[in-house]
Structure formats: structure tokens, C-alpha cells
């Protein structure tokens, strides 16, 4: 385009959903390092799988800069744009994900000290955009975004709450006994509200359209996945509160086991059904979008729950099921990195989109 800058023309189009990558990668490090079986090696890998959604981040916030620097034209579009702007929920999950990561797995390579200022940093920045993107996205659907059906994607930005609940105990842990900790448990709860209530509006509109529309177009597919995220993120949290609320709150633990294990079954009763749907259509012809992205860090909080779970109840089954599920998990990230990584390498992906295409000139129509 005239008068756009070289090296910025290559960010025009880029949209928040690439912080799906970013998260998806987080937390294939996160969760491979708390699953209940030790092997080794395993958490060095889980370190540089932090360590390379670190970097996804930096670079993406600077290129994400760029484009609202040069191209605010697109920016302003994508949140007017009902299939774009929940992804800006994305942003605020990749940050706290990180953040949270760095605390779990930095400090073996940064340092206690640094891993903890860096994930002070991360957190605090994905906590405040998660809260102001789960009102001003809502609003945004209301007022300005005309939609013809529900959509798995309204998740998003309501679910960015419930990720800073459940990274947030890790932090309560450095703050000294008292108010500090006492308050920063007590927003996190809250968030969990937050989060929780707004899902529970949210996926009976979603089962509503598969049973009275039919499955979702192929592409679209993939994002039914996204209704795990706030099932095994919320039970996540509640494992992570429970920890984290001490003796002060003795029926903590015997809470969130009896919030845990029915919702962590309904997330598996899900599971089934999108991977049932999500099978159906690429045998359908399905090819890879970013959204194949869902494929990871959904199924990754349900493998964080079932791990909370299974640190609580002692049962061997919820180990179990957390290390089968984290295989999944393995290979839904390695799929959309290989189909993220042949696009980038093609342009494909950040391309814009393609012209439309010319009405055809006289005498050359078609009965047929």
C-alpha cells in the first residue's frame, strides 16, 4: 500500500488470535510439569517449551505494537469485527500463562529472583487487560457487533478472568501472611465468579446451535474445543485456591474436589463430542487454520485440573487420565505448529485477505 512502511506492511494483518500460539505452547510446559510421574528430562523440556512461548510473546507484542502503530485502520476493524475481537481475550491469557510459567519453570534457568519479577510483570498486565477485555468485548457484542448465531469464541474474552484465578495462588505465596495474600485470594475468587457465570451463559447457547443448526462449518470446528477452556481452568483454580487457603479454610480441599470431579466429567463428555465433530470434518476436508490452535491450551487446563485433582483425592485414575490427556495435548501442539510453521514459511498466514472476485463481463454467463 502507498505510504506504508516496508517492514510494516508484513504486520497489516495481523490479528490478536495469533496469541492462541502463545498460550498453547505455555502451557504444554506448565502442564507437562506437574504431571504426577517423574521421567527425565521432562522438565527441562517443559522449561524450553516456556522459554520458546516467552519469546513467542515478546515477539508478538512488538509486531501486535506495530500494527497498532502503523496500521490503526485494521486495528479498529478487528474489534468491530464479531469474528475477531474475543480473540483480544487471547492477549491477556498469553500473558498471565506466561507469567505463571515463570514462576513454575523460569526460575530454573533465570533465577528465583528474576523469574519472579518477571512473572510479577507478566501477571499483573494479563490480570488488568483480561478484566477490561471481559467488559469491553461484551459491551462491543452488544452496541456494535451484529452476529447471526452463537459462537464458542464469545468465551474467550470471559474467560481470561479465570486463568489470572487460577496463576494467581502461585504469586499469593510471595506476598507475606495477612492482607496482602488475604486480598489478592480474595480478587481471584472473584474472577472465578467473573468467569464462571458469564460460561454458564454462554455454552447452553452454543450446544443450542449444534443441536438446532447442525455441526459448525469445517474450519469453524476446531473452536468447539474452546468450551474446555473455562471447565478445566475453572477447576484448576479451585485446586490452586484450596492449596493456597491454609488452615484458616479447612473444608478448602473438600470443596474443590466436589467442584472438581463434575465438571472435570462434563469437560470429558465435551471432549468426546468435539472430537467427534472435529474427526467428522476433517475427514470432510478440513484443512489448518489458526484455529487449530484450540487444540491445545483447552484439552492443556483440563490436563491441570485432572493433575490438581489427583494431588488431592490421591486417586490414581485422575493421574492417569491426566497423562493421557496431556499426550493429546502433545499432539494437538505439534499439529498447529506444523501447520503454523508451513504458513508462516508460505506467507499464507499473514496474508490479507484475497480480492473479490469480478462479475463476469457480458456474454460470458452460464446456464450450468
Given at each position: ?14 490479528g ?14 506448565t ?15 517443559c ?20 500494527h497498532w502503530?502503523?496500521h490503526?485502520?485494521?486495528a479498529?476493524?478487528?474489534l468491530l ?40 510483570v507478566?501477571?499483573t498486565?494479563?490480570?488488568l ?8 468485548v461484551?459491551y ?6 451484529r452476529?447471526e448465531?452463537?459462537?464458542p ?16 495462588p502461585?504469586f499469593a ?13 480474595a480478587?481471584?475468587?472473584g474472577?472465578?465468579?467473573?468467569s ?11 450446544f ?8 459448525p ?24 485456591l ?30 468426546a ?13 478440513m ?7 484450540a487444540?491445545?491450551?483447552?484439552v492443556?487446563t ?33 499439529a ?22 469480478r462479475?463476469p463481463?457480458?456474454g460470458?454467463g452460464?446456464?450450468?
Amino acid at each position: 500500500m502507498p505510504g506504508v512502511r516496508p517492514r510494516a506492511a508484513a504486520v497489516r494483518h495481523l490479528g490478536p488470535q495469533w496469541y492462541a500460539a502463545v498460550m498453547g505452547t505455555a502451557i504444554v510446559g506448565t502442564a507437562g510439569a506437574a504431571l504426577p510421574v517423574r521421567v527425565p528430562g521432562v522438565r527441562t523440556a517443559c522449561t524450553a517449551m516456556w522459554a520458546l512461548s516467552l519469546l513467542a510473546l515478546v515477539t508478538l507484542v512488538v509486531a501486535r505494537a506495530a500494527h497498532w502503530t502503523h496500521h490503526r485502520d485494521r486495528a479498529r476493524a478487528h474489534l468491530l469485527d464479531p469474528a475477531v475481537a474475543p480473540f483480544h481475550g487471547c492477549a491477556a491469557m498469553a500473558l498471565a500463562s506466561v507469567g505463571g510459567g515463570s514462576l513454575l519453570l523460569g526460575r530454573d534457568w533465570l533465577g528465583a529472583d528474576a523469574a519472579v519479577a518477571l512473572g510479577v510483570v507478566l501477571y499483573t498486565a494479563g490480570t488488568l487487560a483480561g478484566l477490561a477485555t471481559a467488559a469491553v468485548v461484551p459491551y462491543l457484542m452488544v452496541v456494535r457487533h451484529r452476529v447471526e448465531e452463537p459462537s464458542p469464541l464469545w468465551l474467550l474474552p470471559v474467560v481470561a478472568p479465570m486463568v489470572s484465578a487460577a496463576q494467581g495462588p502461585l504469586f499469593a505465596a510471595h506476598l507475606p501472611a495477612g492482607e496482602a495474600r488475604g486480598t489478592l485470594l480474595a480478587v481471584c475468587l472473584g474472577m472465578c465468579g467473573v468467569s464462571l457465570l458469564a460460561t454458564l451463559l454462554v455454552v447452553p447457547l452454543v450446544f443450542g446451535r449444534l443441536v438446532t443448526g447442525g455441526p459448525p462449518p469445517a474450519a469453524a470446528t476446531p473452536a468447539l474445543l474452546l468450551v474446555l477452556g473455562p471447565l478445566g481452568q475453572s477447576v484448576t483454580a479451585a485446586s490452586a485456591l484450596a492449596d493456597a487457603a491454609g488452615p484458616g479454610v479447612p473444608y478448602a480441599v473438600a470443596l474443590a474436589v466436589l467442584y472438581g470431579v463434575p465438571v472435570t466429567g462434563f469437560a470429558l463428555l465435551w471432549l468426546a463430542l468435539a472430537g467427534a465433530l472435529v474427526v467428522r470434518a476433517r475427514r470432510r476436508g478440513m484443512r489448518f487454520a489458526l484455529t487449530w490452535w484450540a487444540f491445545t491450551f483447552p484439552v492443556g487446563t483440563c490436563v491441570t485440573g485432572l493433575e490438581g485433582l489427583a494431588g488431592h483425592t490421591g486417586l490414581a485414575v485422575f493421574g492417569a487420565a491426566a497423562v493421557a490427556l496431556y499426550g493429546l495435548l502433545l499432539a494437538g501442539w505439534l499439529a498447529a505448529a506444523a501447520g503454523t510453521v508451513r504458513g508462516l514459511l508460505s506467507g499464507t498466514l499473514l496474508a490479507g485477505p484475497g480480492p473479490a472476485p469480478r462479475a463476469p463481463g457480458p456474454g460470458t454467463g452460464h446456464t450450468r
